[in-house]
């Protein structure tokens, strides 16, 4: 899951023994917002846009 441009906006806190970019939802220490996380397989990214009101990915995921 690409949590680093979460953290880099100050949304998440993960934990700083993890590669920010290798990280998972398990490694978030801090979530003041409560925001609810859950991760995606490629092939359902798009058909989930809908039903989400933030999603984080690369774009050749949402084009699928």
Known sequence: ML????????????????EARTARISDVVE?????????ADLLAMPRMLGDADVA???VSQFDA
Do not use: A, S, T, W
Request: aromatic content about 10%.
């Open 31 to 39: 979530n003041p917002h409560e925001f609810v996380l859950k991760e």
């Open 3 to 18: 949590l680093v441009v979460p953290q880099r906006e100050g949304f998440l806190k993960l934990n700083r023994d993890i």
């Open 56 to 58: 984080v990915g690369y």
